[in-house]
């Protein structure tokens, strides 16, 4: 039976960065994943690059900063090898809140478009990636790197022998390794045998098409709703926060809430003509903080749970990971996230 040095369980943007850079690391590596690579949680997503106090938790913000540095070099690396265009903007982020104090940085100036009285404005210099040409360049790239993949194999368990991790066992077969990690996101926690505790947490949203490509240019953020602008003249609105289970189902009087709640922002939005509309699921666990690193069983890692961070995160948590799954002392602590703290 074929064997690999390493196995990744999940082709979200965590497992398949993390997949590359093991293969950097001169290992042989195999990835499985229940559907289609890249096609869950890391699809929906938005893409905002959110690495500032007050809007990243403290705990993630020495991890968020990181990888936000790293990725220019990160895109252009999936671009070389993978020969497909990322929508990477540098445009930068108008937040927008209410307080007692007005504070206006120049909204109007900033966007002709958006209808920002009674706000709080502040700019932030802040990118933005399209996940889905993210995904699709690292599946490309890892294909090209040689890093075999197992699609439509729903892992069941880890695989132990003389106590050590020894590959996984999926509802059609079995695959052999010595190393083995689990980035399965929302269903990590149905793995055996460590049961993480991680769960859906249901985000709904839509993509319209913008009456004037250039209608809106920056990432627009409130409380209630966001606006990302795509380089196409796409815009995604989002986005909902939902404990509904693996439920992935659109709801249209939601959908409309968040178009509504778009258009009183950029009023013009009205004309924007409904794309698409779907429900991702993102990984959360019960302090909202990734689980990174070993687990008690020699061989077998973790690295899912990053809620809402996904996409930001995926340069940083490769590096640390492959650090520690080659036996290196990771450039950043990463104690804080680890799965001992749910031992309790």
Same mark, same amino acid.
């Given at each position: 039976?074929?064997?690999?040095?390493? &196995?990744?369980?999940?082709?979200?943007?965590i497992?398949?960065?993390?997949? !590359?850079?093991?293969?950097?690391?001169?290992?042989?590596?195999?990835?499985?994943?229940? #559907?289609?690579?890249?096609?869950?949680?890391?699809?929906?997503?938005?893409?905002?690059?959110?690495?500032?106090?007050?809007?990243?938790s403290?705990?993630?913000?020495?991890?968020?900063?990181?990888?936000?540095?790293?990725?220019?070099?990160?895109?252009?690396?999936?671009?070389?090898?993978? +020969? @497909?265009?990322?929508? @990477?903007?540098?445009?930068?982020? &108008?937040?927008?809140?209410?307080? %007692?104090?007005?504070?206006?940085? #120049?909204?109007?100036?900033?966007?002709?478009?958006?209808?920002?009285?009674?706000?709080?404005?502040?700019?932030?210099?802040?990118?933005?990636?399209d996940?889905?040409?993210?995904?699709?360049?690292?599946?490309?790239?890892?294909?090209?790197?040689?890093? /075999?993949?197992?699609s439509?194999?729903?892992?069941?368990?880890?695989?132990?022998?003389?106590?050590?991790?020894?590959?996984?066992?999926?509802?059609?077969?079995?695959?052999?390794?010595?190393?083995?990690?689990?980035?399965?996101?929302?269903?990590?926690?149905?793995?055996?045998?460590?049961?993480?505790?991680?769960?859906?947490?249901?985000?709904?949203?839509?993509?319209?098409?913008?009456? %004037?490509? %250039?209608?809106?240019r920056?990432?627009?953020?409130?409380?209630?709703?966001?606006? &990302?602008?795509?380089?196409?003249?796409?815009?995604? !609105?989002?986005?909902?926060?939902?404990e509904?289970?693996?439920?992935?189902?659109?709801?249209?009087?939601?959908?409309?809430?968040? +178009?509504?709640?778009?258009?009183?922002?950029?009023?013009?939005?009205?004309?924007?003509?409904?794309l698409?509309?779907?429900?991702? @699921?993102?990984?959360?666990t019960?302090?909202?903080?990734?689980? @990174?690193?070993l687990?008690?069983?020699?061989?077998?890692?973790?690295?899912?749970?990053?809620?809402? /961070?996904?996409?930001?995160?995926?340069?940083?948590?490769a590096?640390?990971m492959?650090? !520690?799954?080659?036996?290196?002392?990771?450039?950043?602590?990463?104690?804080?996230?680890?799965?001992?703290r749910?031992?309790?």
């Open positions: 039976m074929k064997s690999w040095d390493a &196995i990744v369980i999940g082709a979200g943007i497992g398949l960065t993390l997949a !590359i850079e093991l293969n950097k690391l001169g290992l042989r590596v195999l990835v499985a994943e229940k #559907g289609e690579p890249g096609r869950e949680s890391s699809w929906a997503a938005g893409g905002m690059l959110v690495d500032c106090p007050g809007e990243t403290p705990e993630l913000l020495d991890l968020a900063t990181a990888s936000a540095r790293m990725y220019p070099e990160f895109v252009h690396e999936l671009q070389d090898e993978s +020969r @497909l265009k990322i929508d @990477l903007r540098s445009v930068g982020t &108008i937040v927008l809140a209410h307080t %007692e104090t007005e504070l206006h940085l #120049g909204p109007v100036e900033f966007e002709p478009a958006l209808h920002a009285d009674g706000w709080t404005a502040l700019y932030l210099q802040e990118r933005c990636v996940p889905r040409h993210l995904t699709a360049a690292a599946v490309a790239a890892a294909r090209h790197r040689g890093i /075999d993949f197992s439509g194999d729903h892992v069941l368990s880890l695989e132990v022998a003389d106590g050590k991790a020894s590959g996984i066992r999926t509802n059609k077969t079995k695959f052999a390794a010595g190393t083995v990690v689990n980035c399965a996101g929302a269903w990590a926690g149905q793995i055996g045998p460590h049961l993480f505790p991680t769960r859906p947490v249901k985000g709904q949203m839509l993509c319209v098409a913008m009456p %004037e490509q %250039e209608m809106v920056h990432v627009i953020r409130t409380p209630d709703v966001y606006l &990302i602008p795509r380089s196409d003249g796409r815009m995604l !609105i989002g986005a909902t926060v939902e509904a289970g693996f439920d992935k189902q659109t709801v249209p009087e939601t959908i409309l809430k968040l +178009r509504e709640k778009a258009i009183d922002l950029v009023p013009r939005l009205a004309k924007a003509k409904i698409e509309a779907w429900a991702g @699921l993102r990984p959360g019960p302090d909202k903080l990734p689980i @990174l690193g687990t008690s069983t020699p061989g077998y890692f973790v690295a899912t749970g990053h809620f809402r /961070d996904g996409i930001l995160l995926a340069p940083i948590t590096r640390l492959g650090q !520690i799954m080659t036996g290196q002392t990771p450039q950043l602590d990463v104690a804080r996230f680890s799965y001992a749910f031992s309790n």
